[in-house]
């Protein structure tokens, strides 16, 4: 039984999408959903998940089953989170929730896949899909990707592995020299 196919919109239209958002807490929820982060992980982060590595601002992520993993965040990301701290109503102490609302200190799932639809039309996970597509099409190495999405397995990171004909046929010309025109 083959599992049907993801249509991804493109992440130049993502990307564009979530540099106008102009909420910086719905800014920072998007970039973290779109820097790989599952939804529970993203309104579980906390200001004491986050610290620097040489240039490079890292989320230290609580995952499935306790499991955590590091995940550097890229400049819009880290951008986003950093804004969305900087400006919240809520009392600035170390440990406290990065997303956070006006009435709850936490974010709740289902405001998030709010927020999330409200501004891509997109569930959270596919900005994770997203993610993981174009770390693998960039030439991003399958083990790496399984390391910054935090699974167990190689074949659940295989989901986000997507061939296109063009690749196909690149991949037959580069093995066959004297097909190459």
């Known amino acids: 039984m083959s599992r049907r196919k993801i249509i ?3 992440v130049e239209e993502i990307d564009r999408i979530l540099y106008d958002v102009e909420d910086p ?3 920072a929820l998007l970039w973290l959903f779109r820097n ?3 939804t529970s992980e ?7 998940d986050l610290f620097v590595d040489g240039r490079t601002i890292i989320a230290r992520v609580k995952g499935f089953e306790g499991k955590i993993r590091d995940v550097p965040l890229f400049p819009p ?5 950093w804004l969305t701290v900087k400006n919240d109503w809520w009392p600035k102490e170390h440990d406290r929730y990065v997303i956070t609302t006006q009435q709850r200190p936490q974010m709740s799932r289902k405001t998030s896949y709010n927020i999330c639809k409200k501004h891509t039309g997109e569930h959270p ?5 997203i993610y993981a597509t174009h770390l693998i099409n960039s030439g991003v190495s399958l083990p790496l990707v399984m390391d910054l999405l935090g699974h167990n397995s190689i074949v659940t990171t295989m989901q986000y592995y ?3 004909r063009d690749q196909l046929v690149e991949a037959t010309k580069s093995a066959y020299p004297g097909l190459r025109k």
């Open 42 to 48: 993203a309104i579980n982060l906390r200001c004491s």
């Open 25 to 27: 807490r719905d800014a």
């Open 125 to 129: 996970m596919m900005l994770r899909h």
């Open 8 to 10: 991804l919109p493109p």
């Open 77 to 81: 990301t880290a951008m986003a989170v």
């Open 36 to 38: 790989g982060l599952k």
């Open 162 to 164: 997507h061939t296109t």
